[in-house]
């Protein structure tokens, strides 16, 4: 029965609901005047920054009311799990509170729910940017320039925390690959660990691609940062010769696993809001999300930034985050 009603609640949440004239005029004069907090899991250092304030410029045009959206940084250490945390149990319900976070986000509800306090099945998406595809890459002074050498040498890799694909991907290779990732935890984002991998503190560090396109891009031209792997479920077409984290893993089993965690490329960067936002008001920034995305002025600033924008939408979010909750208990134990 509790879980007829939680899926009566996600259908309600991914079909939304028309609005009516009055109803429409009630939004409007509720957003009039006001702002919202746009609450970003990460510090502005990588490609978070660009990607929420091209939103944040201009989804209030298609806002009933035209309210403003003031973008905030959490962080990059555990930033991630704090606002989706925060998103589930202490965030306002009235609408003026909407949150993107680490793509992560939902597979450590599985992974570590100690301290994933949330239910991702609970949050009235409103779409994704884009797909983020995380990776591995070494510095062009790393001992090892391949997941193969790096089984036979120690390699040390930056990064930010445990929640984070900075962490993750080269720990699930220690794991199931037989590498031998040294991995230093404790930096506060992509720029920071930009400045340890240059300095030698580090060999490498994992991030997502865009942040590396965005943040060193004639690093990538001259060969200095090197992509060893992606986490994704299929190979990144401007990296075509780069591994994916599942072509790593020789037992099928371990490749389930990898696929796994892969698919939380898929949120990149989405678009939340907390449960028990009145619907109306949610519905209403769903569709500005979704015009926003079509938008020709959003679309050219974004290229001129050299974002990837491929929208996905909330009902495909909200059917992905299922299918990770729910997955088999072997591949979930074994991804711990």
Do not use: C
């Not at 005029?25 to 746009?38: P, Q, R, S």
């Amino acid at each position: 029965m509790a879980w007829q009603a939680r899926g009566a609640i996600l259908a309600l949440a991914v079909m939304g609901v028309q609005a009516t004239p009055a109803a429409s005029e009630d939004v409007a004069d509720f957003y009039k005047g006001k702002a919202i907090n746009f609450i970003i899991g990460s510090d502005p250092g990588g490609s978070f920054g660009p990607y929420a304030q091209v939103l944040a410029e201009h989804m209030p045009k298609y806002i009933p009311g035209n309210a403003k959206i003031v973008v905030k940084f959490a962080g990059g250490q555990s930033g991630g799990l704090q606002v989706a945390n925060q998103m589930q149990n202490t965030a306002p319900r009235d609408g003026l509170t909407m949150a993107m976070t680490q793509q992560t986000i939902v597979l450590h509800q599985v992974l570590q729910p100690e301290y994933a306090k949330y239910d991702a099945r609970d949050w009235y998406w409103l779409g994704n940017m884009a797909p983020v595809r995380n990776m591995l890459a070494v510095w062009h002074t790393a001992k090892a320039h391949s997941v193969e050498a790096a089984k036979s040498t120690e390699v040390v890799i930056g990064a930010t925390g445990p929640s984070s694909p900075t962490f993750i991907v080269p720990n699930v290779l220690n794991k199931f690959a037989g590498t031998k990732f040294k991995i230093v935890t404790g930096y506060k984002g992509v720029a920071d660990l930009n400045l340890a991998m240059q300095r030698g503190e580090v060999e490498g560090r994992g991030a997502s691609w865009i942040s590396v396109q965005l943040t060193m891009p004639q690093e990538i031209v001259d060969r200095k940062i090197i992509p060893i792997v992606f986490a994704s479920i299929t190979r990144d077409p401007t990296a075509p010769s780069v591994p994916t984290l599942a072509e790593m893993m020789p037992d099928p089993l371990h490749k389930r696993v990898a696929e796994f965690l892969s698919a939380e490329s898929d949120f990149g960067r989405s678009v939340f809001l907390p449960p028990g936002v009145p619907v109306e008001r949610a519905a209403a920034l769903r569709k500005a999300f979704e015009e926003t995305m079509k938008d020709a002025d959003f679309l050219a600033d974004a290229a001129k930034m050299k974002l990837y924008i491929e929208p996905m939408s909330a009902d495909m979010l909200a059917k992905i985050a299922q299918r990770i909750i729910e997955a088999p208990k072997d591949v979930i134990e074994l991804a711990k």
